[in-house]
């Protein structure tokens, strides 16, 4: 690791801590004269391994950063899942990943068939079929049908959608819609995100295009839940653990895409009244942008999820977003509006047709939240960060590099973000 004193946290699906690393973190964080803790949580990763690594490149500028600082960092390790063909800048890719952007068709590298196996586990079977429909493609509507039949076996049969970003959100409709629709949609978005979208030689997309975007969303779903249930009933729990054990000790939570959700849900955990949380830094948040809203504008009795829970924090929560990204700006509204909207969009028009109804917060940042300050990120470092509630900051000036599917959704290790999080946090 880049950073001392470091501890890492790791988590099980349901939200259990490791005992050691847990006891460890609470016996040592005084006795290491800790005064701020960093608590960053990934969003989605493979291993330990690509989420230490992440850690150690993010973390690596802070100390000449904040040079007398008595900083401490915690990295959370939790069961997610990335696609092998999903780009993350600076990082090496694998070389199934190469392989499979070389490939002409969307075959599930051995890479993405393991981490789809621990994902999904006793699925096996569908697994299999699955990618066999992948690489063959069959003519027709038939086989896609099937595909999203497979897909919706991979999720728990009537399982509850945990924790939603907004109280009106059940079930995934992507998933219990019509599964040729959503492969059709799919590929047309996709296809205008591809470099040479509008070049001469138009072609129809082909809909297999889009069936692999579908199971992609399945993982998406079930990371999505993890990180809701993991947040909830494991780190929130455990930073109350924290504030009786060394009650000094500034808590700054850092999350990365689902591992925003998490750290966001961790608040709605944190035991009242613990105040010892002083800043929530999120970069490229892929939850609901009216996650923290008190009413949402297109049902005014409705609410988000995390309705106020920006105010159990003793400072400010910052959000970062990027129109480069993809991944949150165009993939993900229309996962989320799929099923039953039957007309057909591609690329950034996607925003335009569905509203802003289902966009997160990645992407443009809280929304429906009465004074949240909007700042780009050279004021927000320059000194314009409030001292509490919820802040936008558009950091499309840095987040801004990555290929199709996902854009800039990974571009977040930049020094300028490390700054940030201690801005937030006050940390000088």
């Avoid at 006891?23 to 800790?34: E, F, N, P, W």
């Avoid at 109280?167 to 995934?172: F, H, I, K, L, V």
């Avoid at 205008?192 to 399945?218: S, V």
């Avoid at 003793?314 to 165009?330: E, I, M």
Wanted: with cysteine; charged share 25%; glycine share 12%.
């Amino acid at each position: 690791m880049s950073v001392s004193p470091y501890w890492e946290l790791t988590f099980d699906a349901d939200g259990d801590v490791d005992g050691p690393e847990r006891d460890r973190l609470l016996a040592q964080v005084t006795d290491r004269g800790v005064r701020d803790l960093v608590v960053f949580a990934h969003g989605w990763n493979n291993d330990r391994s690509g989420a230490t690594a992440l850690y150690r490149r993010f973390f690596a500028p802070v100390p000449r950063l904040a040079p007398k600082a008595r900083i401490g960092y915690a990295g959370v390790i939790w069961p997610s899942m990335r696609f092998s063909d999903e780009p993350i800048p600076d990082f090496p890719r694998s070389v199934a990943a190469e392989e499979v952007q070389a490939a002409p068709r969307p075959a599930l590298d051995k890479d993405t068939r393991r981490a789809l196996l621990e994902t999904f586990p006793g699925r096996a079977t569908v697994l299999d079929r699955l990618a066999r429909l992948l690489d063959e493609r069959p003519a027709g509507t038939e086989g896609t049908a099937e595909f999203g039949r497979l897909v919706r076996l991979l999720l728990e049969p009537g399982g509850r959608w945990a924790v939603a970003d907004t109280d009106e959100d059940g079930e995934p409709a992507v998933f219990t819609g019509d599964p040729v629709a959503a492969c059709e949609q799919f590929a047309e978005a996709l296809a205008a995100l591809r470099p040479d979208a509008g070049a001469a030689g138009f072609r129809l997309p082909n809909p297999w295009d889009g069936a692999k975007e579908l199971l992609r969303q399945a993982t998406y779903y079930q990371m999505k839940r993890r990180a809701g249930t993991i947040g909830e009933r494991g780190l929130g729990p455990l930073l109350g653990r924290l504030a009786k054990a060394a009650p000094g000790v500034r808590v700054h939570l850092v999350g990365h895409s689902f591992g925003g959700r998490l750290v966001a849900f961790a608040l709605r955990g944190l035991p009242e009244p613990v105040r010892t949380v002083k800043s929530v830094t999120l970069l490229q948040g892929a939850f609901s942008h009216y996650a923290f809203s008190a009413r949402l504008p297109h049902a005014a009795g409705r609410s988000g999820a995390l309705k106020d829970v920006q105010r159990r924090v003793d400072g400010p929560l910052v959000c970062c977003h990027s129109r480069f990204d993809t991944a949150l700006g165009t993939i993900y509204p229309l996962a989320s509006r799929l099923a039953g909207d039957d007309r057909s969009c591609a690329g950034n028009e996607i925003a335009a047709v569905l509203g802003p109804r289902w966009g997160a917060l990645g992407h443009d940042g809280v929304q429906a939240v009465p004074g949240t300050t909007r700042l780009d990120l050279a004021a927000a470092l320059g000194g314009g960060l409030p001292a509490s509630g919820c802040v936008n900051v558009d950091a499309a000036a840095v987040v801004r590099r990555g290929g199709a599917p996902t854009g800039a959704h990974s571009d977040i290790v930049h020094p300028e973000l490390a700054r940030l999080v201690l801005a937030a946090g006050r940390v000088t």
